[in-house]
């Protein structure tokens, strides 16, 4: 296991911290009374930002319970990588089996929340020939944040407008839980599909386990 | 006419209003107002980031802005919890707050023994700060703000200057958490009239996932276009503050869920709401 040198720091420092669970009060998170409909425990769902998609209309990202989503954070303006994991994404779907690939959505959710109008991602949808299996969406400066949080991708803005961020793919299946993680833009897809044929074996969602999902930076 | 800095006394700063006032009537300046309850106006100033890439300026200008004079505290935040229960610990996400979140509380609006209500609240993840600070009609402070209001000394602006300063703050860090922490009004002010943000505990800042370091040091040293799409993705440049090469390492290290014994925070306002 590679070492951390950031966490091993980090672990020094709170040297109490981070325990991942507690003997004393077991599943004191425990969800049993969860309502019929609710998003499950780790459902990216929950977060309840809104978007707007790129036909100006509003959106929360729970639209899209129901099918696995490869999702990606991108801005339309970036010259470098974003266009490498939209080509991804793309060759991705060409690879999945066909009867998994009309059930996958795939989604872009932009970083600028200025520049990236309904608009300007029509005309991206356009540029790159994207149809209807795509959703492209914008938000405010706290969705993006909390979204990014919660994905584990790192951003900020630059002085020049631009957008440094973490080149991050993710696999959700169908309650929003994060089922795969793809870091880096070097890597094999192969797991990315592998992820994307059992989440939409598994409509219910539910059954992907924790130890199937991949943490994101850490 | 100097900038109206929030460490004169009352008197003076009615003094200085007035002063103010007459500036403004006669169009030269305007005077921010007086800073809210319990926070401090911390005025414009440079950050100097620990990390930057070749082409980012060494210095990122910071406008003045409102800082809680200390750490939101345990009966702070129960007053949260009690009026938003979604944020209670039997109640919050796991996808929100990890399995320690207010662990040391003797149970779910109950503080208990190990939680003083004067102390920091600590094992807070970043989305429960947040939303506290949301409630407060507030914000988390930014990195940028946060090093500024941190690099004062106790009697000057430059705390890199400050021997007592250092030599507490070392101290601190060479200390392993107490199991219950100190009163945070016990602690020092600094030069801006903030208390407890070096030598307290470590605090939430709102954009902690904004460095582009993997955390892994082969990783760290140069340019990796792979992981980070950007010119922010570059190595350190400036090894010499041991302290905050700490802060650095934590918050790169740390995920938004995760809540720990040492970890706490303080909210910030922009100076027009």
């Not at chain 1, 969800?31 to 609710?38: L, V």
């Not at chain 1, 425990?41 to 809104?50: F, V």
């Not at chain 1, 309650?175 to 870091?183: S, V």
Request: net charge neutral; proline share 7%.
């Amino acid at each position: 296991m590679k070492k951390n040198c950031a966490l091993l720091l980090a672990t020094i420092v709170l040297n109490q911290g981070m325990r991942a669970g507690d003997p004393l009060r077991p599943n004191h998170r425990c969800c049993e009374e969860q309502p019929a409909g609710a998003y499950s425990a780790n459902s990216i769902y929950q977060l309840d930002a809104r978007w707007t998609n790129d036909d100006g209309a509003s959106f929360a990202l729970g639209q899209l319970r129901g099918r696995p989503v490869v999702l990606v954070m991108f801005y339309a303006s970036c010259g470098y990588a974003c266009p490498l994991l939209v080509a991804d994404m793309a060759r991705l779907r060409e690879a999945l089996p066909a009867n998994v690939r009309p059930q996958v959505q795939f989604a872009l959710v932009s970083f600028d929340v200025v520049r990236d109008t309904a608009a300007s991602l029509k005309a991206y949808r356009d540029s790159r020939r994207l149809d209807a299996q795509w959703t492209l969406l914008h938000g405010d400066n706290n969705g993006v944040k909390e979204l990014a949080a919660l994905l584990g991708v790192n951003f900020r803005q630059e002085p020049d407008g631009s957008f440094s961020h973490s080149n991050v793919i993710t696999i959700l299946n169908a309650e929003g839980e994060i089922a795969h993680q793809r870091l880096g833009l070097q890597g094999p897809l192969d797991d990315s599909m592998k992820a994307l044929v059992t989440a939409a074996a598994r409509p219910g969602g539910a059954g992907a386990s924790a130890q199937e999902s991949s943490p994101a930076i850490q | 006419m100097p900038p109206l800095r929030p460490w004169l006394s009352h008197d003076k700063r009615r003094c200085a209003a007035w002063l103010g006032a007459l500036f403004v009537v006669s169009g030269l300046s305007a005077l921010p107002p007086a800073p809210p309850a319990d926070m401090v106006l911390i005025p414009a100033g440079n950050h100097t980031p620990l990390l930057r890439a070749q082409k980012d300026p060494a210095q990122v200008p910071v406008a003045a802005f409102y800082l809680d004079v200390q750490p939101v505290t345990n009966a702070d935040f129960l007053q949260f919890v009690l009026t938003h229960p979604r944020w209670q610990r039997s109640q919050v996400s796991q996808l929100f707050a990890d399995q320690s979140y207010l662990e040391h509380w003797a149970g779910n609006t109950d503080l208990g023994p190990h939680a003083p209500p004067g102390a920091p609240v600590v094992r807070i993840s970043w989305f429960a700060a947040r939303a506290y600070a949301r409630w407060q009609g507030k914000r988390l402070p930014t990195i940028a703000e946060w090093e500024l209001a941190a690099s004062a000394g106790y009697d000057g602006p430059e705390g890199k200057n400050d021997a007592t300063l250092h030599r507490d703050l070392y101290q601190w860090l060479a200390r392993p958490t107490p199991a219950i922490l100190p009163d945070a009004a016990m602690a020092r002010l600094n030069f801006y009239g903030v208390r407890g943000l070096l030598g307290l505990v470590w605090e939430w800042v709102d954009d902690f996932n904004s460095a582009m370091v993997t955390g892994e040091s082969r990783a760290d040293t140069g340019l990796d276009r792979s992981l980070y799409c950007g010119s922010g993705s570059v190595g350190a440049k400036d090894t010499g503050d041991y302290a905050a090469f700490m802060r650095l390492a934590l918050r790169s290290s740390l995920r938004a869920s995760n809540t720990t014994s040492s970890l706490g925070f303080r909210c910030a306002r922009d100076l027009s709401p």
